[in-house]
């Protein structure tokens, strides 16, 4: 695979830095011998194409160099972040024959480990992705609704869309190094010939103060992130007056949130994104900036109310699940959607809906609700088997420490039985402290909560 147009093949943009790590910069011109370096390290281990490699490490300018040259060289990369789960590597290991694992450490020193025996058989996707000489991203689901799926792209066709020339940002390297979204940022990063400023870590007093120093413009990140960077108000001591844009993503942004973020940064243009790990990020446009409508730049159809897509940059398929397109090849995404003429509003997932006597709850509308109390800091909904009902309703909320577990307990079920149905309204409601589980900032449904205290 050609690379040009992600390493600086723009007039005068090989003296410019790609990246920020640990308050140096790294130019393009060091990226292209980098990216040599790799090349020849590889020669002499005679890596084939068409290899799987995985890559765990985290933002940095040597992984963004070894990236490149597994490319080049149409290997099969699966990028692992060097501080998650042991299960990710190991998952990606059960359904691919990994020729060998190559990690960068925290001081961007690098090991290359060989792959272990057995190793499982080639998939005939692997052998369809051998066979025409393409790259591959190799990719796992997070699992926020089940078993995580293994994920295979044509790399070429998946990066098409940022060989179209556009004017150089800077961005924080917001999401996780094995999310499709935080790889997304880098290879438009890297198209765009801009700067991507990779963080100590991702607290929000830690963004803001990376945005005001290096007057960074465009902040891609998920709500999540964003409820808990108003609460801690950390907005209000940096300036953020360089941020011309917020994008969100990766899960449903609450109506409360979203206005609360509309007030305190009036300055910045905020748009809701969509993307998934099976087809990429396209872009999309917000009818309004504190709207959750939106319009989607890519062919797409609605079908029983679930919203499908058509894209040249659809993967493969998966290696470890059923295929979810259609017989005339369309992906199905198993996101429920609303329709208002050429705008959607994304419900939530069909697999998340929770069905009390027959009538369907989606957790984020009542997660929506909750989230409009001020002293909610994070919230899941979920459901649990009830035999009269078939099931019910539950809530986990995680406030600041103090608090009074039971008070608050019954201030989210008045508030609930003032805005909500009855049937939508939680019968139990956990509240505590503790950080609620996610992977990849996506809130995990199928794990059940911790009875923390409940009322």
Not at 84 to 90: E, K, L, N, S
Not at 288 to 299: G, N, P
Not at 306 to 325: C, D, E, H, I, K
Request: hydrophobic share 40%; glycine share 8%; aromatic share 6%.
């Amino acid at each position: 695979m050609d690379t040009g147009f992600l390493i600086g093949d723009r007039p005068g943009s090989r003296e410019s830095d790609f990246m920020s790590w640990r308050d140096r910069g790294y130019s393009y011109c060091w990226l292209i011998a980098a990216i040599a370096d790799w090349h020849s390290r590889f020669d002499r281990l005679s890596l084939p194409a068409g290899a799987v490699v995985t890559v765990e490490s985290d933002y940095s300018p040597n992984t963004t160099a070894l990236l490149l040259a597994l490319l080049e060289r149409d290997a099969i990369v699966a990028p692992v972040d060097r501080d998650g789960p042991a299960a990710v590597a190991a998952g990606i290991a059960a359904v691919a024959p990994v020729w060998g694992s190559v990690g960068i450490d925290a001081a961007d020193g690098w090991t290359i480990t060989p792959g272990t025996a057995p190793q499982p058989p080639v998939h005939p996707l692997i052998a369809q992705l051998r066979g025409r000489g393409r790259p591959g991203l190799l990719l796992l689901t997070s699992g926020s609704s089940g078993r995580p799926k293994a994920v295979l792209h044509d790399a070429d066709a998946l990066l098409a869309r940022f060989r179209q020339p556009r004017p150089p940002l800077r961005m924080p390297a917001m999401l996780v190094f094995e999310h499709l979204g935080g790889l997304n940022t880098l290879f438009h990063t890297l198209a765009t010939g801009g700067t991507l400023y990779a963080l100590p870590d991702r607290r929000p007093d830690t963004v803001c103060a990376a945005v005001a120093r290096h007057r960074i413009e465009v902040l891609p990140t998920s709500p999540t992130f964003l409820q808990l960077m108003l609460l801690s108000r950390a907005h209000e001591r940096h300036d953020l007056g360089s941020l011309g844009l917020i994008t969100y993503g990766s899960e449903a942004m609450p109506q409360a949130t979203l206005d609360r973020l509309d007030a305190a940064l009036p300055g910045t243009r905020i748009k809701q994104t969509y993307g998934l790990i099976e087809v990429g990020a396209f872009p999309s446009h917000s009818r309004a900036r504190e709207s959750l409508w939106l319009k989607l730049d890519v062919e797409h159809r609605v079908v029983d109310g679930v919203l499908q897509l058509r894209t040249p940059a659809a993967m493969l398929g998966y290696l470890n699940a059923p295929s979810p397109f259609t017989a005339d090849g369309w992906f199905v995404t198993g996101d429920l959607v609303e329709r208002d003429g050429e705008y959607l509003r994304i419900l939530g997932r069909a697999s998340d809906l929770i069905s009390v006597g027959g009538d369907k709850v989606f957790p984020q509308e009542v997660e929506a609700v909750i989230q409009e109390l001020e002293w909610v800091r994070d919230v899941r909904v979920y459901g649990e088997p009830n035999a009269l009902m078939g099931a019910v309703v539950c809530a986990r909320v995680r406030v600041d420490a103090p608090a009074d577990p039971r008070r608050r307990a019954g201030e989210v079920k008045r508030h609930c039985r003032a805005r909500l149905p009855r049937h939508q309204v939680p019968v139990k409601v956990l509240v505590g402290s503790a950080g609620l589980p996610t992977n990849r900032g996506k809130k995990l449904r199928y794990v059940p909560p911790a009875a923390e205290a409940s009322r």
